[in-house]
């Protein structure tokens, strides 16, 4: 085995994955609740594998309450050191069509009152986010999609969104103004929970559809990313599965394992030892626990 654990967020329409080797669902607890499911444990090739259906197997769970802290905590309790996310994307852009694969590298945050951070009151503590993915992960990542046999673009700005209402007309055009090339409706916080558990994650997102700001074509629906989705789950899994094996067996450190080195302000003594005793996963690096 190389030193890399990678988790595998699987999106809508992938709940499993058939590629892993001596697979196993392990219940993983996590003192931020429920994560969305047990943990499929295995390998590919030279790497371990820890893949979470983000919804759920048999997609159980609304984006606005998926337990994103509880997903990433578990994925760091079970010796992740990375994260591929993939989501099911509608497209705000010409260049981005159906069926074609895209590496998102910026978030536009619109969700609402989800919770988006481990930290608070007695351990306050401020990550960047200006560069909310890691590069290493995402381009290798469009590489094994290319390999898989998908098209695949470099580079989009993923626009999160509450739902689960698809967006108006006029939403979706105030979000191409606005500069998002994609709209998903789970890529925050999870992108945010990922960088503060210092966790480097890329998040590979599968366009379903057009949304809804072309005025001469029909509205999104369901149906039609299903349609999709599934016309792209075969490429999507192709491509965990190379994008696994070629990684190099050795990890090089990455900067976003220490995302958390300066980020922390609160002075020790005024630390709260509840917050504190539930961030023995995420912040264990620097809690002396990792
Ligand atoms: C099934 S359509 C809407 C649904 O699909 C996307 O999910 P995911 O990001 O987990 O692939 C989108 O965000 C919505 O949750
Ligand atoms: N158009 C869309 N809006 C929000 N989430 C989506 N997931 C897939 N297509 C979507």
New binding site residues.
């Given amino acids: 085995m190389s030193d890399w654990t990678i988790g595998i967020?699987?999106?809508?329409?992938?709940y499993a994955m058939d590629a892993l080797e001596d697979a196993q669902w392990i219940s993983v607890k996590s003192p931020w609740g429920e994560p969305s499911d047990e943990i499929l444990c295995g390998t590919i090739g030279h790497v371990r594998v820890r893949f979470l259906p983000?919804?759920g197997r048999g997609?159980r769970i609304?984006?606005s309450n998926?337990n994103a802290r509880a997903n990433i905590d578990a994925l760091k309790r079970a010796g992740c050191t990375d994260i591929l996310?993939?989501?099911?994307?509608?497209s705000l852009s010409e260049e981005l069509p159906p069926g074609r694969f895209v590496t998102v590298d910026q978030f536009i945050d619109n969700t609402k009152g989800r919770p988006a951070s481990f930290y608070g009151d007695g351990f306050v503590t401020h990550v960047s986010m200006a560069e909310p993915v890691c590069p290493r992960l995402s381009k290798h990542a469009l590489k094994a999609v290319e390999k898989a046999g998908g098209g695949c673009s470099e580079g989009a700005t993923y626009l999160?969104?509450e739902?689960?209402q698809?967006s108006s007309r006029a939403e979706s055009k105030l979000y191409r103004h606005w500069g998002a090339e994609v709209?998903?409706?789970?890529?925050m916080p999870e992108a945010k929970l990922a960088r503060e558990a210092e966790l480097p994650y890329a998040l590979l997102?599968?366009v379903?559809d057009y949304d809804s700001w072309r005025d001469d074509a029909e509205s999104v629906d369901?149906a039609e990313?299903?349609k999709q989705?599934n016309a792209n789950a075969a490429i999507a899994r192709k491509a965990v599965e190379i994008f696994c094996k070629g990684l190099p067996k050795k990890r090089n450190p990455s900067p976003i394992d220490q995302a958390l080195a300066d980020a922390v302000i609160t002075a020790p003594d005024k630390h709260d030892k509840a917050l504190v005793a539930k961030l023995d996963a995420v912040a264990g690096r620097l809690l002396g626990k990792g």
């Fill in positions: 967020i699987g999106g809508s329409g992938l983000r919804h997609h609304a984006p998926i996310a993939i989501s099911a994307v509608g999160a969104m739902g689960p698809f709209i998903g409706m789970t890529g997102a599968m379903t369901v990313i299903v989705m």
